[in-house]
Protein backbone atom coordinates (compact mmCIF):
# COMPACT_ATOMS: atom_id res chain seq x y z
CA UNK A 1 0.00 0.00 0.00
CA UNK A 2 3.16 2.63 0.67
CA UNK A 3 4.16 2.01 -3.02
CA UNK A 4 1.23 3.25 -3.91
CA UNK A 5 0.92 6.26 -2.25
CA UNK A 6 3.62 7.79 -4.05
CA UNK A 7 6.09 10.25 -2.58
CA UNK A 8 4.91 11.93 1.17
CA UNK A 9 5.96 15.35 1.70
CA UNK A 10 6.01 16.24 5.60
CA UNK A 11 6.07 20.00 6.83
CA UNK A 12 5.81 20.22 10.73
CA UNK A 13 8.39 18.26 12.56
CA UNK A 14 7.44 19.08 16.85
CA UNK A 15 6.10 17.24 19.50
CA UNK A 16 3.58 15.62 17.28
CA UNK A 17 4.98 16.15 13.87
CA UNK A 18 7.97 14.28 14.96
CA UNK A 19 6.33 10.91 15.66
CA UNK A 20 4.00 11.12 13.28
CA UNK A 21 6.51 11.15 10.06
CA UNK A 22 8.76 8.51 12.14
CA UNK A 23 5.58 6.24 11.79
CA UNK A 24 4.89 6.88 8.45
CA UNK A 25 8.42 6.05 7.47
CA UNK A 26 8.31 2.94 9.39
CA UNK A 27 5.38 1.86 7.46
CA UNK A 28 7.19 2.49 4.09
CA UNK A 29 6.06 5.55 2.81
CA UNK A 30 9.23 7.09 1.01
CA UNK A 31 9.31 10.56 2.94
CA UNK A 32 10.52 14.18 2.04
CA UNK A 33 11.06 16.32 5.47
CA UNK A 34 11.39 20.01 6.34
CA UNK A 35 10.99 22.17 9.34
CA UNK A 36 11.87 24.99 10.98
CA UNK A 37 14.18 23.32 13.49
CA UNK A 38 17.17 21.36 12.11
CA UNK A 39 17.49 18.68 14.43
CA UNK A 40 14.18 16.76 14.30
CA UNK A 41 14.78 16.58 10.41
CA UNK A 42 18.13 14.65 10.74
CA UNK A 43 16.87 12.13 12.92
CA UNK A 44 13.82 11.28 10.09
CA UNK A 45 16.90 11.71 7.89
CA UNK A 46 18.37 9.01 9.33
CA UNK A 47 15.23 7.11 9.54
CA UNK A 48 15.51 7.40 5.90
CA UNK A 49 13.91 9.97 4.78
CA UNK A 50 15.16 12.81 2.49
CA UNK A 51 15.91 16.63 3.33
CA UNK A 52 14.15 19.58 1.74
CA UNK A 53 15.17 23.15 2.69
CA UNK A 54 12.24 25.04 1.75
CA UNK A 55 8.09 24.26 1.50
CA UNK A 56 8.54 24.75 -2.61
CA UNK A 57 11.10 22.19 -2.77
CA UNK A 58 8.93 19.52 -0.55
CA UNK A 59 5.64 20.26 -2.46
CA UNK A 60 7.71 20.06 -6.13
CA UNK A 61 8.81 16.42 -4.79
CA UNK A 62 5.53 15.26 -3.43
CA UNK A 63 2.75 13.67 -4.46
CA UNK A 64 0.49 14.09 -1.00
CA UNK A 65 2.04 17.08 1.27
CA UNK A 66 1.14 17.28 5.02
CA UNK A 67 1.40 20.03 7.02
CA UNK A 68 1.47 19.58 10.99
CA UNK A 69 1.96 23.27 12.03
CA UNK A 70 1.61 25.57 15.15
CA UNK A 71 -1.40 28.13 13.89
CA UNK A 72 -3.22 29.48 11.15
CA UNK A 73 -0.92 32.15 10.30
CA UNK A 74 2.13 28.62 9.88
CA UNK A 75 -0.14 27.15 7.25
CA UNK A 76 -0.77 30.15 5.41
CA UNK A 77 2.39 30.96 4.92
CA UNK A 78 3.83 27.21 4.21
CA UNK A 79 1.13 27.05 1.46
CA UNK A 80 1.07 30.66 -0.25
CA UNK A 81 4.41 32.60 1.51
CA UNK A 82 7.21 33.37 -0.24
CA UNK A 83 8.63 29.47 -1.46
CA UNK A 84 5.57 28.40 -0.68
CA UNK A 85 4.26 25.10 -1.25
CA UNK A 86 1.23 25.87 -3.35
CA UNK A 87 3.20 27.45 -6.13
CA UNK A 88 5.22 24.09 -6.65
CA UNK A 89 2.33 21.39 -6.15
CA UNK A 90 1.37 19.39 -8.85
CA UNK A 91 -1.79 19.51 -10.35
CA UNK A 92 -3.27 16.20 -9.28
CA UNK A 93 -1.24 16.25 -6.01
CA UNK A 94 -3.06 15.98 -2.38
CA UNK A 95 -2.67 18.31 0.65
CA UNK A 96 -3.44 17.42 4.04
CA UNK A 97 -3.51 20.18 7.27
CA UNK A 98 -3.34 18.19 10.20
CA UNK A 99 -2.48 21.25 12.36
CA UNK A 100 -5.61 22.63 15.29
CA UNK A 101 -6.60 25.90 13.09
CA UNK A 102 -9.75 28.21 11.79
CA UNK A 103 -12.01 26.41 9.98
CA UNK A 104 -13.09 29.51 8.01
CA UNK A 105 -9.30 29.41 7.47
CA UNK A 106 -9.35 26.17 6.26
CA UNK A 107 -12.22 26.58 3.62
CA UNK A 108 -10.26 29.09 2.33
CA UNK A 109 -7.51 27.52 1.38
CA UNK A 110 -9.13 24.33 -0.21
CA UNK A 111 -10.92 26.78 -2.43
CA UNK A 112 -7.34 28.53 -3.15
CA UNK A 113 -5.50 24.65 -4.09
CA UNK A 114 -8.57 23.70 -5.78
CA UNK A 115 -8.22 26.60 -8.56
CA UNK A 116 -4.64 24.56 -9.54
CA UNK A 117 -6.21 21.25 -9.48
CA UNK A 118 -4.60 20.64 -5.97
CA UNK A 119 -6.89 18.40 -3.21
CA UNK A 120 -7.35 19.51 0.27
CA UNK A 121 -8.13 17.66 3.60
CA UNK A 122 -8.20 18.97 6.85
CA UNK A 123 -7.48 16.17 9.37
CA UNK A 124 -6.64 17.75 12.77
CA UNK A 125 -5.51 15.25 15.15
CA UNK A 126 -6.24 14.47 18.96
CA UNK A 127 -4.37 12.35 21.48
CA UNK A 128 -1.25 14.15 22.29
CA UNK A 129 2.39 12.79 22.24
CA UNK A 130 1.74 9.71 23.21
CA UNK A 131 -0.90 9.08 20.56
CA UNK A 132 1.32 10.29 17.68
CA UNK A 133 3.99 8.09 19.36
CA UNK A 134 2.39 5.21 19.05
CA UNK A 135 0.61 5.95 16.52
CA UNK A 136 -2.62 5.71 18.50
CA UNK A 137 -4.30 9.22 16.95
CA UNK A 138 -7.80 10.06 16.64
CA UNK A 139 -7.74 11.97 13.01
CA UNK A 140 -10.96 14.33 12.48
CA UNK A 141 -10.97 14.75 8.17
CA UNK A 142 -12.92 17.23 6.21
CA UNK A 143 -12.75 17.11 2.74
CA UNK A 144 -14.04 14.95 -0.44
CA UNK A 145 -14.84 10.91 0.32
CA UNK A 146 -12.50 10.00 -2.96
CA UNK A 147 -9.37 12.06 -1.16
CA UNK A 148 -9.80 11.20 2.41
CA UNK A 149 -10.16 7.20 0.68
CA UNK A 150 -6.95 8.16 -1.34
CA UNK A 151 -5.27 9.08 1.86
CA UNK A 152 -6.53 6.08 4.23
CA UNK A 153 -3.55 4.56 4.19
CA UNK A 154 -1.12 7.30 5.82
CA UNK A 155 -4.03 7.95 8.22
CA UNK A 156 -4.03 4.45 9.07
CA UNK A 157 -0.27 4.78 9.62
CA UNK A 158 -0.58 7.61 12.20
CA UNK A 159 -3.85 6.87 14.23
CA UNK A 160 -6.35 4.00 15.15
CA UNK A 161 -9.83 6.04 14.95
CA UNK A 162 -9.99 7.58 12.10
CA UNK A 163 -13.34 9.76 10.85
CA UNK A 164 -14.63 11.24 8.17
CA UNK A 165 -16.98 14.11 9.68
CA UNK A 166 -17.59 16.22 6.58
CA UNK A 167 -17.35 18.69 3.85
CA UNK A 168 -14.08 20.93 4.04
CA UNK A 169 -13.26 22.57 7.56
CA UNK A 170 -15.22 19.66 9.19
CA UNK A 171 -12.41 18.12 10.92
CA UNK A 172 -11.61 21.33 11.99
CA UNK A 173 -15.07 22.04 13.66
CA UNK A 174 -14.91 18.34 15.02
CA UNK A 175 -11.39 19.25 16.92
CA UNK A 176 -12.85 22.71 17.92
CA UNK A 177 -15.56 20.56 19.99
CA UNK A 178 -12.66 18.09 21.21
CA UNK A 179 -10.55 21.36 22.79
CA UNK A 180 -13.70 22.48 24.52
CA UNK A 181 -14.26 18.96 25.86
CA UNK A 182 -10.41 18.63 26.75
CA UNK A 183 -9.77 21.91 28.47
CA UNK A 184 -12.91 21.64 30.33
CA UNK A 185 -12.18 18.32 31.66
CA UNK A 186 -8.49 19.51 32.54
CA UNK A 187 -10.16 22.06 34.67
CA UNK A 188 -12.70 19.63 36.35
CA UNK A 189 -9.94 17.27 36.84
CA UNK A 190 -7.57 19.82 38.43
CA UNK A 191 -10.52 21.13 40.96
CA UNK A 192 -11.19 17.63 41.91
CA UNK A 193 -7.72 17.25 43.16
CA UNK A 194 -7.18 20.02 45.16
CA UNK A 195 -10.55 20.22 46.50
CA UNK A 196 -9.51 16.34 47.61
CA UNK A 197 -6.04 17.49 48.50
CA UNK A 198 -7.53 20.59 50.55
CA UNK A 199 -10.02 18.36 52.78
CA UNK A 200 -7.18 15.96 54.11
CA UNK A 201 -7.38 13.17 51.49
CA UNK A 202 -5.17 11.58 49.43
CA UNK A 203 -5.72 12.82 45.87
CA UNK A 204 -3.58 9.94 44.30
CA UNK A 205 -6.81 8.04 45.61
CA UNK A 206 -9.30 9.85 44.79
CA UNK A 207 -8.23 9.94 41.40
CA UNK A 208 -7.57 6.14 41.45
CA UNK A 209 -11.29 5.77 42.59
CA UNK A 210 -12.51 8.02 40.22
CA UNK A 211 -11.16 6.31 37.51
CA UNK A 212 -13.33 3.25 38.23
CA UNK A 213 -16.73 5.01 37.47
CA UNK A 214 -18.67 7.59 35.30
CA UNK A 215 -15.38 10.35 36.39
CA UNK A 216 -12.85 8.16 34.74
CA UNK A 217 -11.55 9.52 31.57
CA UNK A 218 -8.13 9.59 29.61
CA UNK A 219 -8.10 12.94 31.21
CA UNK A 220 -8.31 11.44 35.05
CA UNK A 221 -5.90 8.95 33.56
CA UNK A 222 -2.88 10.87 31.74
CA UNK A 223 -3.23 14.68 32.78
CA UNK A 224 -4.76 13.43 36.73
CA UNK A 225 -1.53 11.26 36.99
CA UNK A 226 0.69 14.79 35.64
CA UNK A 227 -0.95 16.96 38.14
CA UNK A 228 -0.06 14.60 41.02
CA UNK A 229 3.52 14.05 40.08
CA UNK A 230 3.75 18.02 39.19
CA UNK A 231 5.23 16.80 35.76
CA UNK A 232 4.36 19.66 33.60
CA UNK A 233 6.67 18.76 30.69
CA UNK A 234 5.30 19.43 27.79
CA UNK A 235 2.71 16.85 25.64
CA UNK A 236 0.59 19.71 24.39
CA UNK A 237 1.69 23.09 25.20
CA UNK A 238 -0.48 25.58 27.25
CA UNK A 239 -0.05 28.04 24.66
CA UNK A 240 -0.89 26.34 21.68
CA UNK A 241 -4.13 24.95 23.99
CA UNK A 242 -4.85 28.72 24.32
CA UNK A 243 -4.91 29.73 20.30
CA UNK A 244 -7.20 26.44 20.09
CA UNK A 245 -9.27 28.31 22.64
CA UNK A 246 -9.72 30.93 20.85
CA UNK A 247 -10.55 29.23 18.03
CA UNK A 248 -13.29 27.71 20.07
CA UNK A 249 -14.62 31.05 20.82
CA UNK A 250 -14.39 32.40 17.83
CA UNK A 251 -16.45 29.35 15.93
CA UNK A 252 -18.86 29.21 18.58
CA UNK A 253 -19.57 33.56 18.95
CA UNK A 254 -19.85 33.74 15.16
CA UNK A 255 -22.77 30.76 15.06
CA UNK A 256 -24.44 32.12 18.23
CA UNK A 257 -23.78 29.31 20.26
CA UNK A 258 -22.96 29.58 24.04
CA UNK A 259 -20.46 27.87 26.04
CA UNK A 260 -20.52 29.28 29.51
CA UNK A 261 -18.85 26.30 31.22
CA UNK A 262 -15.57 26.92 28.74
CA UNK A 263 -15.59 30.67 28.93
CA UNK A 264 -13.72 30.76 32.42
CA UNK A 265 -11.29 27.63 31.70
CA UNK A 266 -10.01 29.67 28.27
CA UNK A 267 -9.60 32.71 30.62
CA UNK A 268 -7.58 30.42 33.44
CA UNK A 269 -5.43 28.82 29.90
CA UNK A 270 -4.49 33.00 28.76
CA UNK A 271 -3.80 33.83 32.71
CA UNK A 272 -1.41 30.64 33.00
CA UNK A 273 -0.01 32.07 29.56
CA UNK A 274 0.25 35.33 30.60
CA UNK A 275 2.33 34.48 33.91
CA UNK A 276 5.23 33.25 31.25
CA UNK A 277 3.79 29.46 31.75
CA UNK A 278 2.91 28.86 27.78
CA UNK A 279 5.49 26.36 27.60
CA UNK A 280 4.13 23.91 29.71
CA UNK A 281 1.56 21.04 29.30
CA UNK A 282 -2.04 21.96 29.68
CA UNK A 283 -2.34 20.23 32.56
CA UNK A 284 -0.58 22.65 34.42
CA UNK A 285 -3.82 24.38 35.41
CA UNK A 286 -3.94 22.89 38.50
CA UNK A 287 -1.50 25.57 39.47
CA UNK A 288 -3.74 28.43 38.96
CA UNK A 289 -6.60 26.03 41.11
CA UNK A 290 -4.16 25.22 44.08
CA UNK A 291 -2.85 28.90 44.27
CA UNK A 292 -6.62 30.03 44.56
CA UNK A 293 -7.12 27.31 47.16
CA UNK A 294 -4.25 28.60 48.85
CA UNK A 295 -4.90 31.69 48.51
CA UNK A 296 -8.65 31.70 50.00
CA UNK A 297 -7.35 29.42 52.57
CA UNK A 298 -5.11 32.73 54.30
Do not use: K, W, Y
Given at each position: MADDAGVVGFIGLGIMGK???????????????????????????????RRASSP????????TLITMLP?????????????GA??????????IDMSTISPLATRDFATRLA??????????????EKGAVEATLSIMIGGATEDVERARPLFAAMGKTIVHVGDSGAGQVAKACNQLVVASTIEAVAEALTLAKRAGVDPAHVREALLGGFAGSKIMEIHGQRMLDGNFEPGFRARLHLK???????TAHG????????EPVAEAL???????DGELDHSALITLVQRSAEDSAT
Open positions: PMARNLRSAGFELVVHSRSPGPVDELVQAGAAEVAAASDDTPDVEAVLFGDDAGALREGSLVSNGVAFLDAPVSGGDARIVLDLGVPVPAFSRLVDQG
